[in-house]
């Protein structure tokens, strides 16, 4: 009964924010920083209680890394809902239009989906992020975190809630979802309460909402990243960016997870970087063409290639040439980041042709996919999906569109 208090609380708010203009959503969204802000001890208070928890239950360390808070990261949380407020808003936007030879205009314009209902794990820092996108694009926010963040999160939404009181939009733009496993499927069966369902996690949250959904979904999608470095690549670009993919923050979904050697490169380059990944602390799984160029390669399982490590651990291989790197990733990928490293612009070209993901890098690393590094500010997550969105999913994102035809009175024949 409480959850469809709150959804039918939400539409109500979703009513409002669908006429509000960029100021007063922008109002809000700075309203809200401040109070996170002023909020900073009370949260990270919080999410030291969540944190200790973790670590009595034995979480895995890469998990922990997802769910504990500094205050640089609270810090974090507020600028991105000031940039925000920077940003344009969608709303309204007209996508295209014309004049029918009778007169009639027929406009394209986009408008916000309504209600937002987000299922994630862990990570307290998505409920800012959430929250913000979801009210600048019109929509109001069910957010349904995980019982790891649970103080995390409430004292976040409570910051934000605060935020908005001040301002003339309606409080309940967010509102925390809790309950056991029962408010899930409340939340998967809740047609006509939410627009659009978006799971934010590991592969079996994603499935599991993916597959029991009745509510329209968007699959932000795990990660199990490829690099290929071709014959052709140069070696310390190369190694550059596998260290920066693997171990500038390998605990999400745009971190590196596999690396693919062109065989005519591997025994120039693999020794060397096989030696730095061990430096930065990376265990390498890989076959025994591998492991001839280090006694410190533990034997790949089966399943490795498929594996989201989101740790300091990466698969290997030695392929012989690009057809086998593109059969590899195709058979392996998650449709997230792929990167290839080369000097040949044909093979790039075929590259980026050829692989199906939300995103293909050419001499990049594929940390870069991510919304505030493609100038979209904070994103809801990577859609690894076709339809309605593909890769960072930002403000436009969460858009729908409505068409507006204008008449003068005419009829149809």
């Given at each position: 009964?409480?959850?469809?208090?709150?959804?039918?609380?939400?539409?109500?708010?979703?009513?409002?924010?669908?006429?509000?203009?960029?100021?007063?959503?922008?109002?809000?969204?700075?309203?809200?920083?401040?109070?996170?802000?002023?909020?900073?001890?009370?949260?990270?208070?919080?999410?030291?209680?969540?944190?200790?928890?973790?670590?009595?239950?034995?979480?895995?360390?890469?998990?922990?890394?997802?769910?504990?808070?500094?205050?640089?990261?609270?810090?974090?949380?507020?600028?991105?809902?000031?940039?925000?407020?920077?940003?344009?808003?969608?709303?309204?936007?007209?996508?295209?239009?014309?004049?029918?030879?009778?007169?009639?205009?027929?406009?394209?314009?986009?408008?916000?989906?309504?209600?937002?209902?987000?299922?994630?794990?862990?990570?307290?820092?998505?409920?800012?992020?959430?929250?913000?996108?979801?009210?600048?694009?019109?929509?109001?926010?069910?957010?349904?975190?995980?019982?790891?963040?649970?103080?995390?999160?409430?004292?976040?939404?409570?910051?934000?809630?605060?935020?908005?009181?001040?301002?003339?939009?309606?409080?309940?733009?967010?509102?925390?979802?809790?309950?056991?496993?029962?408010?899930?499927?409340?939340?998967?069966?809740?047609?006509?309460?939410?627009?659009?369902?978006?799971?934010?996690?590991?592969?079996?949250?994603?499935?599991?909402?993916?597959?029991g959904a009745k509510v329209p979904v968007i699959e932000t999608g795990t990660g199990n990243c490829h690099l290929f470095v071709d014959?052709?690549?140069?070696?310390?670009?190369?190694?550059?960016?596998?260290?920066?993919?693997?171990?500038?923050?390998?605990?999400?979904?745009?971190?590196?997870?596999?690396?693919?050697?062109?065989?005519?490169?591997?025994?120039?380059?693999?020794?060397?970087?096989?030696?730095?990944?061990?430096?930065?602390?990376?265990?390498?799984?890989?076959?025994?063409?591998?492991?001839?160029?280090?006694?410190?390669?533990?034997?790949?399982?089966?399943?490795?290639?498929?594996?989201?490590?989101?740790?300091?651990?990466?698969?290997?291989?030695?392929?012989?040439?690009?057809?086998?790197?593109?059969?590899?990733?195709?058979?392996?990928?998650?449709?997230?980041?792929?990167?290839?490293?080369t000097a040949d612009l044909a093979n790039a070209d075929r590259f980026t042709a050829e692989v199906d993901a939300a995103a293909v890098?050419?001499?990049?690393?594929?940390?870069?996919?991510?919304?505030?590094?493609?100038?979209?500010?904070?994103?809801?997550?990577?859609?690894?999906?076709?339809?309605?969105?593909?890769?960072?999913?930002?403000?436009?994102?969460?858009?729908?569109?409505?068409?507006?035809?204008?008449?003068?009175?005419?009829?149809?024949?």
């Amino acid at each position: 009964m409480e959850f469809l208090e709150q959804a039918q609380r939400a539409r109500a708010a979703a009513r409002a924010l669908a006429t509000a203009s960029r100021g007063r959503k922008d109002a809000a969204l700075a309203a809200m920083a401040q109070h996170l802000l002023d909020a900073a001890d009370t949260v990270l208070a919080a999410n030291a209680l969540d944190v200790t928890a973790a670590q009595e239950a034995g979480t895995e360390a890469s998990l922990i890394d997802r769910l504990r808070l500094t205050p640089e990261r609270v810090a974090g949380m507020a600028s991105g809902l000031v940039d925000l407020a920077g940003l344009a808003d969608p709303v309204g936007d007209v996508v295209r239009g014309w004049t029918n030879p009778n007169g009639v205009q027929v406009r394209q314009v986009r408008v916000p989906f309504g209600v937002v209902g987000i299922i994630y794990e862990a990570r307290p820092n998505v409920t800012a992020d959430a929250a913000g996108i979801a009210l600048k694009s019109g929509n109001a926010a069910l957010l349904r975190g995980s019982s790891s963040a649970l103080h995390s999160n409430r004292a976040i939404i409570e910051a934000l809630r605060a935020g908005i009181a001040t301002t003339d939009l309606p409080v309940d733009a967010v509102q925390l979802v809790e309950g056991g496993r029962e408010v899930t499927a409340d939340m998967m069966a809740a047609r006509g309460l939410i627009d659009v369902l978006i799971p934010r996690g590991g592969a079996g949250l994603i499935n599991a909402v993916v597959e029991g959904a009745k509510v329209p979904v968007i699959e932000t999608g795990t990660g199990n990243c490829h690099l290929f470095v071709d014959a052709s690549a140069d070696p310390d670009m190369a190694l550059e960016i596998l260290l920066n993919a693997k171990t500038q923050r390998p605990s999400v979904c745009n971190a590196l997870e596999t690396l693919l050697v062109h065989a005519d490169i591997a025994p120039s380059f693999l020794p060397r970087a096989l030696a730095e990944l061990e430096c930065a602390g990376v265990t390498v799984h890989g076959a025994p063409d591998v492991a001839a160029f280090s006694e410190r390669i533990v034997p790949a399982g089966p399943d490795e290639f498929d594996a989201e490590y989101l740790t300091l651990d990466l698969a290997c291989a030695i392929v012989p040439d690009l057809d086998a790197a593109l059969d590899h990733i195709a058979g392996h990928t998650t449709g997230h980041s792929e990167t290839i490293v080369t000097a040949d612009l044909a093979n790039a070209d075929r590259f980026t042709a050829e692989v199906d993901a939300a995103a293909v890098l050419v001499n990049a690393s594929s940390r870069f996919v991510d919304g505030g590094e493609f100038g979209f500010g904070a994103e809801i997550g990577i859609s690894t999906q076709k339809l309605h969105a593909r890769g960072p999913m930002a403000l436009t994102e969460m858009t729908s569109t409505k068409y507006v035809v204008t008449g003068r009175g005419q009829t149809r024949a």
